[in-house]
């Protein structure tokens, strides 16, 4: 089977650099799920998970990014993200209490920041492309 590079880049390093067989990215219109061969597609990204498959569909990887770029081609496919978290490294408690904190704030900067704390929370419950 046929394999694709994956980068996930985060403003301060490298977080993931192999080849992999399927991701799924969110994009802003949506998901969409990158395969080897794809077309060449830029997007914009909005809050939500990154999933990052073997070749034998089984799910490696999963991270949270707050927002950035996609950048596909037949070959290979970069996000560039705004920052990125590992699915398994969120904690549910720490990121109601943060949503809570950011409710009570009326700045444009803590509106950001809530919205990206609640897609945060969803990413934890979701289900969605847990298994291909």
């Known amino acids: 089977m046929a394999t694709i590079s994956f980068d996930l880049v985060s403003p301060e390093n ?6 992999v067989g399927m ?3 969110p994009g802003k ?3 969409f799920g990158v395969l080897p061969g794809h077309s060449k597609v830029m997007s914009s990204l909005r809050p939500g998970r990154v999933m990052v ?8 990887k999963a991270f949270f990014v707050s927002g950035g770029f996609a950048e596909v081609n037949p070959e290979k496919c970069i996000v560039l993200a705004e920052s990125v978290d590992e699915i398994n490294s969120l ?9 809570q ?3 009570n704030q009326d700045t444009e900067t803590a509106k950001e920041q809530l919205t990206i704390s609640k897609a945060k929370l969803e990413s934890l419950s979701s ?6």
């Open 23 to 25: 991701i799924i990215v």
């Open 14 to 19: 490298l977080i993931f650099n192999d080849e």
């Open 53 to 60: 498959y073997g070749e034998d569909k089984n799910l490696l």
């Open 91 to 99: 904690e549910k408690s720490s990121i109601e209490k943060e949503i």
């Open 29 to 31: 219109d949506g998901d």
């Open 127 to 132: 289900t969605f492309y847990e298994k291909i």
């Open 101 to 103: 904190n950011l409710e």
